[in-house]
DNA sequence: ATGTTTTTATTTGTCTGACATTTAAAAGTC
DNA sequence: GACTTTTAAATGTCAGACAAATAAAAACAT
């Protein structure tokens, strides 16, 4: 594990690079130990300041955690499917807002994601995840539901679907694709003939999964898309004649 | 924005929370410059190396970039597919090492994954596109290439196949799936005879996306997962009865 | 001998103050 | 006006110190 001294950049960003690196090639397992801070700064031949940005960096990207007092210092983590979930949301959410992306566009990669789980769901279906399912229907039916609720309610209930899959992989990396849209949806006014619109699909969705019929919520969510993105396009059309750029809150 | 003096919580890691959420709800903008690093220490009533363990951390999730000199400073980053891309490839590749999860379903999830792409694929493929994916799987005929390199290549072959999809939403969230699975790919030793098979697999997929036909491809796709499926347990099984555990590298 | 308390050593968390380096703008010079 | 020099502001880095947490070791009492 060793830096170069002719790099331009900066120094805690090379030791994070180098430790970095050693956890993913294997020569740091899981809740190994790694040098105390005084250690590591000897080591690399710099300050202790600057071996703690190193090790922040690290604790930030949840690769290692820090203990204090005598037994203490920083350990490999070992990287849970709950952190991962949670940092895939946070860039996913990021990376649409920052980056222009249309709502087509994150509306198609979402559904064509969730259709390859309802295969899988359908297949897999448990008493918890209809429940869940039949639950959020329900709630999506009270009228006096706000439209962030009722997006809300929409996001758990196609959650309950891809977990349904039962493959913790699959709804991590569903997770960004479901949950970063919540923003853009929030942006929809959802008036009571479009949300029974939106809940008769998601009841066809269910009937589907629950009779282990794959295709058919398959075919269900390809309506839902389409329905989504014909609401999504009223909105825009009248943003777009009738008032300045969309604006959050 | 304000930290909780009661909090156990590091210092740092309350301060970059604090940023990230303002990040995040939008109060800071992309490229908008947060105060300097004094000013931060005032502001927060802790000292600059506090402040600097907090920057680090935003900085070591593409947060934000810090420019050294006169008009310089931490500015609010805008998140990159890019970067958004190479984080997803690592989170991915270490979840599915530190986790014990099973090749069956890793492979579940990205084939899964992979046959959503294919009708857009082939709905949109393009002479580049077809091109990589031709070239790929000439390469992976080839009775010198290493099997880290036939599965190099075979990640490449996989890559085209999405990104041929044309929606930089549904390549990202890929990424992961697509490239976590190598280092497991490395740990199977391919016969001629194995290459063969999937070299055809993948020229059945290519024609298929060429004639614009996404079943077909997507035919492809479970075949070639089941066929890798089928080589992996014949590893596995070799492994759990001749030798010690496997050992990468 | 055993259980409890105290001490001690180690380690991270935080602060203070300083200097080095980079960079752009301001001031000076021809 | 164009070029050079100076200056100021910001991050990058360092050194040394103290605070706080924690577990092991030592001391003590029973």
Redesign the pocket.
């Given at each position: 594990m060793k830096i170069d001294p002719k790099s331009s950049a900066?120094?805690?960003a090379q030791i994070s690079q180098s430790i970095k690196s050693a956890i993913i090639n294997g020569d740091l397992i899981v809740d190994q130990r790694l040098p105390?801070?005084?250690e590591l700064a000897d080591h690399f031949e710099?300050?202790?300041?600057?071996v703690?940005e190193a090790l922040k960096r690290l604790a930030a990207q949840s690769l290692i955690r820090?203990?204090?007092?005598?037994?203490?210092?920083?350990f490999v983590n070992r990287l849970s499917f709950e952190d991962a979930y949670a940092q895939q949301v946070t860039t996913s959410t990021l990376l649409l807002s920052m980056n222009e992306v249309s709502f087509q566009t994150a509306c198609e990669a979402r559904y064509a994601l969730e259709r390859a789980c309802a295969p899988l769901s359908a297949q897999r279906r448990n008493a918890d995840q209809l429940a869940t399912m039949r639950a959020e229907i329900f709630r999506q039916g009270q009228p006096e539901l706000s439209d962030e609720a009722f997006c809300a309610s929409d996001v758990a209930f196609h959650r309950a679907l891809v977990d349904g899959a039962a493959n913790p992989v699959l709804s991590y990396q569903l997770a960004g694709a479901v949950e970063a849209m919540q923003p853009l949806m929030n942006m929809i006014t959802f008036s009571a003939r479009d949300r029974a619109r939106i809940v008769a699909l998601h009841c066809q969705i269910a009937d589907a999964i629950d009779l282990g019929d794959g295709a058919a919520a398959s075919d269900g969510l390809q309506a839902l898309e389409k329905e989504t993105l014909s609401l999504a396009q009223k909105v825009f059309e009248t943003r777009s004649t009738k008032s300045p750029p969309p604006q959050a809150g």
């Open positions: 900066d120094l805690s105390s801070e005084s710099v300050s202790r300041p600057t703690r820090t203990q204090r007092g005598a037994t203490g210092g920083a």
